[in-house]
């Protein structure tokens, strides 16, 4: 995934689970703030719980052991030994002659032993997250290695060159291992590298044997000490992905022309005043990642890269809306937060392809209708502009599933948005501008509503409308003034987190427990009583017990009121007594209604 961090204030950011992994949801710190990614290769390893290039596509989760078996008699192929708490690499394991993937990443290995060399077969070996020290001699006798992970362990850099040895190599990373360069003698020797990962390291430089690696497709220097883009990687013609992420970088040269078959380029968070106008000759480049640079416009050709489909101009400080970008109808993401826009221009119409359009932390008075056509997008973010009211024309975005509306100027709340049947997330909270009052009953509407943001408000209560959203999930009304929750919430079996932290509230809704799927109740700053502070501090389990028990003490104290006061009435005792009185009364006038109406029944026959 592409960490394009997209703090939206809101809460919002994206929403998790759309559009086929394009955007990652990661819940932040800080209030509800949300990470959002751009879409990688697949082989990106930045994040360790990324790493899974093709760790189960050749064999299933179901050869995987937890432990080796006693005597080893079935050909083995594959073993997970991952996450252990290993100290070192069980003996058992080097009997496995068959043996083509091995995982023990994440353990506490401190070194290879030299019985590596009988694993003849092996392709895939990951050794990340040990703490391993030296890199074997035998290690370099696996000739049909072909993906070598060692990231993240103190690797001394003398014994690197043994990796050179490994001839049949395809896939090196060498993530977080503190280098300051990089081996000349792996440049020279292995000349079938297609993957090479080197990020968070320190590297200012690469070597120019790089140019050895001919067949490199995808090499991540992210978070290393790069001042000026690698003038070596325009040798490598069949460059497919090129992350320079978080580095120092001030300079694109302009022979990145030579880079052809570039289709994804990542230069996000660096000090980049332009890029070079020969990057439109990258014509197979399809995601470009400028954000959080000092780029004030786009270089005029760029609009010849008519593949694009994903662009990152987030945190740039632009003139104005680059309309280069119009002319890319294969749009489909755009992420342009904190650029200084005020306006949309009318050309923006023709990006009829976009799903995700992140406009927060602008300056937009208007909700720009340039947007309300774009009947393909899902995720729209305009959190913390100075929006006032929303027109009735955004009921044309008939697919969209997630909109950010936190932190704008609103006077009342905007009913508009329950035109938007497809929502599914919904962001309004007010952490500045005036405060929402109610929430209007026509909530109900938006059918298909699973998570719902309305924190920073004055809201008093919720409408009891809200349990016939019977898709909720999460419902967020911290720091508001809520002094009860509607018994209706209790109707929402979806519900799973219910957030109202810092309101008003002295009692929950005695049939809250109900809520089967509910993980997380959240009730810090209430004036608590039922149930009390205490056990509400104790978590969800001690919340629903509480409630649970009441019920069962209630309906045990109703049985007992009803048995008492049927003795009572029986026995005529107290207040009863008057009652019996009563009831024997009706009975006597009953019967003396009933005599008399047996009399002219008699008469009647008698006459004839």
């Not at 032993?113 to 003849?120: S, Y």
Request: glycine letters at 4%; one cysteine or more.
């Amino acid at each position: 995934m592409w960490p394009i961090k997209l703090k939206f204030k809101t809460s919002f950011e994206v929403f998790q689970n759309t559009l086929s992994q394009i955007v990652e949801f990661q819940q932040s710190p800080d209030a509800n703030a949300v990470n959002v990614h751009f879409s990688r290769a697949d082989t990106t390893i930045l994040e360790k719980d990324s790493l899974q290039i093709s760790r189960e596509t050749q064999m299933t989760k179901e050869l995987v052991k937890d432990t080796l078996p006693v005597h080893v008699t079935d050909r083995i192929f594959f073993i997970d030994l991952a996450n252990k708490q290993q100290t070192t690499i069980p003996l058992q394991i080097f009997e496995l002659e068959d043996l083509e993937e091995l995982h023990l990443e994440k353990n506490l290995i401190e070194s290879i032993p030299g019985d590596i060399h009988h694993l003849k077969k092996v392709k895939v070996l990951y050794l990340d997250e040990n703490y391993i020290h030296d890199v074997c001699e035998e290690l370099g006798e696996l000739k049909y290695l072909q993906s070598l992970d060692l990231s993240s362990n103190p690797l001394s850099y003398s014994s690197l060159h043994i990796i050179s040895k490994l001839q049949a190599l395809r896939q090196l990373r060498l993530y977080d291992a503190n280098l300051d360069e990089f081996p000349v003698e792996i440049c020279k020797c292995l000349h079938h590298v297609e993957l090479l990962g080197l990020s968070g390291n320190n590297l200012k430089y690469m070597p120019k044997e790089v140019v050895n690696l001919r067949k490199l497709k995808e090499i991540y220097l992210q978070k290393n000490r790069f001042e000026s883009f690698p003038l070596e990687l325009c040798h490598l013609h069949n460059l497919e992905i090129i992350d320079l992420e978080q580095n120092l970088v001030s300079f694109v040269p302009e022979e990145i022309v030579s880079l052809t078959n570039l289709v994804k380029l990542f230069l996000a968070f660096n000090n980049l005043l332009s890029v070079p106008d020969t990057l439109h000759c990258c014509r197979r480049l399809t995601v470009l990642d400028l954000s959080n640079n000092l780029l004030r416009r786009l270089p005029p050709n760029f609009k010849q890269l008519t593949e694009m489909n994903e662009l990152g101009l987030s945190g740039n400080n632009l003139e104005k809306f680059p309309g280069q970008i119009c002319h890319w109808k294969s749009l489909c993401l755009i992420y342009l937060k904190n650029t200084g826009l005020q306006v949309l221009p009318s050309s923006f119409t023709r990006l009829t392809c976009i799903k995700i359009l992140d406009l927060s932390e602008n300056f937009f008075y208007e909700f720009p209708k340039e947007i309300c056509a774009m009947e393909n997008l899902e995720i729209l973010s305009l959190d913390d502009n100075q929006i006032c009211e929303i027109p009735p024309e955004v009921t044309g975005l008939s697919n969209l599933k997630c909109l950010g509306l936190t932190g704008n100027r609103f006077s009342v709340f905007p009913e508009e948005v329950f035109l938007l049947q497809s929502l599914e997330k919904l962001y309004l909270g007010q952490d500045k501008g005036i405060k929402f009052m109610t929430l209007p009953s026509d909530i109900s509407k938006l059918q298909n509503l699973k998570e719902l943001y309305l924190e920073n408000n004055c809201l008093e209560y919720l409408p009891p409308s809200i349990g016939l959203l019977s898709n909720l999930e999460i419902v967020d009304c911290h720091n508001n003034l809520l002094k009860e929750l509607p018994d209706s919430i209790c109707q929402v079996q979806g519900l799973q987190r219910l957030l109202v932290q810092n309101n008003q509230l002295f009692q929950l809704p005695e049939n809250l427990d109900n809520l089967q799927k509910l993980q997380l109740v959240l009730l810090d700053g209430n004036p608590m009583t039922d149930p009390p502070i205490e056990v509400c501090s104790q978590g969800n389990l001690a919340i629903r017990e509480y409630l649970q028990e009441k019920r069962h003490q209630k309906a045990k104290a109703t049985k007992i009121q009803a048995w008492w006061r049927g003795q009572m009435v029986r026995k005529g005792l107290g207040i009863f007594a008057e009652l019996q009185k009563l009831l024997k009364k009706g009975k006597k006038d009953k019967k003396g209604k009933e005599k008399g109406k047996e009399k002219p029944g008699k008469g009647a026959k008698g006459k004839k």
